[in-house]
């Protein structure tokens, strides 16, 4: 049940009419409370320990067991670390049943290919482009002979990622296992998709992602479930996928926010496959161009292995790189520290496109201009209704509200009165409409929100792109500017340098070599160590920087840290009736949204079970008494303030 204080299996009486069909991992519909209620046939077993009467089971909704025994066992982990329930957790990791595609004959006949090669030689494996790294031929070896490594895995510029997981996949296939791939988004996944159907062929692998539409989610979730596929793919969807004899889970850039579940009880994609790797005995490899800190925890801790070129091999393949905010560069440009455009950029991208190749800009806002001013006084523009702030859609566009949105067409500025406004910060639109006058004849193309581009020509052209909305390019970028970096670094985040590097990262990949004319620009003083980092293509001296930070401030990942969110008196509530480690310190209260308060509990990171399990069981106690405001638990949560 997915309330906490019923969070627990209940034993019911089969009847022998259902006998055959009531298999562990089959949902069942049983009397409850006096309701018929769904659920899940967790084990089969010849007596119960309950002294009272038992009530029988309705109905078994369906005799395919989609529960397999190695998901149960993760979805449990999964809520006992992250204070859930069993049930919210199973609402992730299975997906609505679509009986029709249940009825459909299964392309081999309804039989199961064997399992592999177990138990004999493992085929030798090319290890390729993995010869870049030192570790590389080492972990495909591993892979294909069955064993376990685990790998933090740092990817050279330029870096075709989709088809190296496409070769560790290979190898474990090759090894008689499988493998579950999760990546951010559905740009990746079908890069991904391609590279797998080239190393496997086709019909050996599926994808799984929310955007597939629920026929076809559970068409391809079945089909790994039956063993008819090794490998699954997929967004954060595809955490759980039931794969036969899991030899490896992998993600990719577990930096981006989209790999955290937004429903409770919050996990994220990538402490959930770590989860299933040691509780599967598989492998686990987590890749990116960047580093995040929980990433260089699991290195430093030596549960996972890095897997990184040596620097000459970095520096070979790495473009050229210059901030614009640097001594050298202000003494030829003392316009540079405050221009949005400095000369640097302007000359780097004109000469790039002189030679016939395409640049790429960076802007960390979409839209014309997301903020606005008074041209007067300066005084941010808000909307007379709700105080959010105002944006201008186009050059010739009314000014609205992005919180309510409401046209503010007769504003005016409530300090000085005055109507004309200004920039305070400019989208990717009007970035596109100002580089494509500064550029007359040049073809500019936008990629963002409204539409991702996932590839463009090569050849001169300017390509405005917000950030993870990049298009590849065919021999790469002759230049890559990373504007508005202020946009990215001065967020009040405890991982606003963390993320801003993961940004530019993933866009200076693009770039072309150094030595092929590749630069890249980005608009920062030189000094500040996320630009260090960029500069020297060097994340893992940044992550072990942002690591040490965090543990001396003690924040995450050096502690685990809970989020108390709702009505200020629910919070109190429940942290009353929360008995929490000694250890545990309260911070806050700090306003969240609305009317709601939001506490943090921080205790050491050998204390994580005894406080998840605190909070869980203290909501139990108010889902009992049926306390009338909801209350919020996030264990680790992205944001924190």
């Known amino acids: 049940m997915p309330l906490a204080h019923l969070d627990r299996p209940f034993d019911y009486l089969v009847p022998a009419e259902l006998d055959a069909e009531a298999v562990p991992g089959t949902r069942v519909k049983v009397r409850f409370a006096g309701q018929l209620v769904d659920g899940w046939l967790l084990e089969r077993a010849d007596d119960s320990g309950h002294t009272g009467r038992l009530a029988y089971l309705e109905k078994v909704v369906s005799p395919e067991p989609v529960l397999a025994p190695e998901v149960a066992a993760l979805a449990r982990a999964v809520a006992d670390r992250y204070a859930g329930s069993l049930a919210d957790v199973l609402r992730l990791a299975v997906p609505p049943r679509h009986a029709r595609v249940e009825k459909e004959p299964r392309p081999d006949g309804g039989v199961t290919p064997p399992a592999g090669p ?32 685990r790998a933090v895995w740092s990817a050279l510029p330029g870096e ?35 590279a797998l159907t080239a190393a496997l062929g086709p019909g050996r692998h599926v994808t799984l992602s929310a955007a597939l539409g629920p026929a076809r989610r559970y068409r391809a979730f079945l089909a790994a479930r039956r063993g008819d596929v090794p490998v699954v793919i997929g ?69 996972a292995r890095e897997v990184v070129a040596d620097r000459a091999t970095v520096r070979s393949r790495m473009p050229a790189i210059a901030p614009t905010g640097d001594d050298p560069q202000l003494a030829r440009d003392p316009g540079a520290a405050t221009a949005r455009l400095p000369s640097l950029a302007w000359t780097t991208a004109r000469d790039a496109l002189r030679g016939d190749l395409p640049v790429l800009v960076q802007v960390p806002r979409r839209g014309y201009l997301p903020s606005v001013a008074c041209a007067d006084c300066r005084t941010p523009a808000r909307c007379p ?55 007359p004849g040049v073809p500019v193309r936008t990629s963002g929100r409204e539409e991702v581009l996932a590839v463009v020509p090569g050849g001169a052209g300017l390509v405005i792109a917000t950030p993870g909305a990049e298009p590849v390019t065919e021999g790469g970028y002759g230049a890559v500017l990373l504007l508005d ?43 500040l160590a996320p630009v260090q980092a960029l500069l020297r293509w060097d994340a893992a001296w940044f992550a072990a ?8 401030l003690g924040f995450p990942p050096a502690v685990r840290m809970a989020s108390v969110t709702g009505p200020a008196a629910a919070v109190a509530d429940l942290l009353a009736e ?9 911070l806050g209260p700090v306003p969240a949204d609305g009317e709601r308060e939001r506490m943090l509990v921080r205790v050491p990171r050998a204390r994580a079970a005894a406080l998840a399990g605190a909070l869980h069981t203290a909501a139990g106690v ?14 680790d949560p992205l944001t924190l303030f």
């Open 118 to 149: 177990a138990g004999e030689p493992a085929p030798e494996v090319d290890p390729g482009a993995w010869r870049d790294y030192p570790a590389g031929p080492a972990l495909l070896r591993a892979l294909a002979d069955g064993r376990a490594p």
């Open 160 to 194: 075709d990622w989709p088809a190296r997981y496409a070769e560790a996949v290979a190898a474990t296939v090759a090894g008689g296992r499988g493998a579950v791939v999760v990546v951010a988004d559905n740009r990746d996944l079908d890069r991904l998709d391609a």
């Open 235 to 303: 967004t954060r969807a595809a955490m759980f996928a039931p794969v036969h004899r899991l030899g490896l889970v992998a993600v990719w850039d577990d930096g981006d926010d989209l790999h955290a579940e937004p429903r409770a009880p919050y996990p994220h994609a990538r402490d959930v496959l770590l989860t299933r790797a040691q509780l599967s005995d598989a492998a686990a490899l987590v890749g990116g161009f960047a580093r995040t800190a929980e990433a260089h925890l699991l290195v430093e801790t030596g549960w």
């Open 622 to 635: 108010r889902t009992a008494r049926k306390a009338a405001d909801p209350v919020r638990l996030q264990v």
């Open 385 to 439: 209704h709700c105080s959010g702030p105002l944006a201008l859609p186009s050059a010739e566009g009314i000014p609205a509200c992005r919180w309510c949105g409401r046209v503010a067409a007769a504003y005016a500025c409530p300090e000085c009165g005055g109507r004309r406004l200004r920039a305070s910060v400019t989208g990717a639109r009007r970035t596109a409409e100002e580089l494509g006058r500064a550029f």
């Open 578 to 586: 929360a008995r929490l480690p000694e250890e545990a310190e309260l």
């Open 545 to 552: 920087r942002e690591l040490a930070e965090r543990r001396e």
């Open 485 to 527: 970096s202020w946009a990215l670094l001065t967020r009040a985040d405890l991982r606003a340098g963390e993320e801003a590097l993961r940004r530019w990262l993933a866009a200076a990949a693009l770039a072309r070599p150094a030595e092929a004319g590749g630069r890249v620009v980005v608009v920062a003083d030189g000094a």
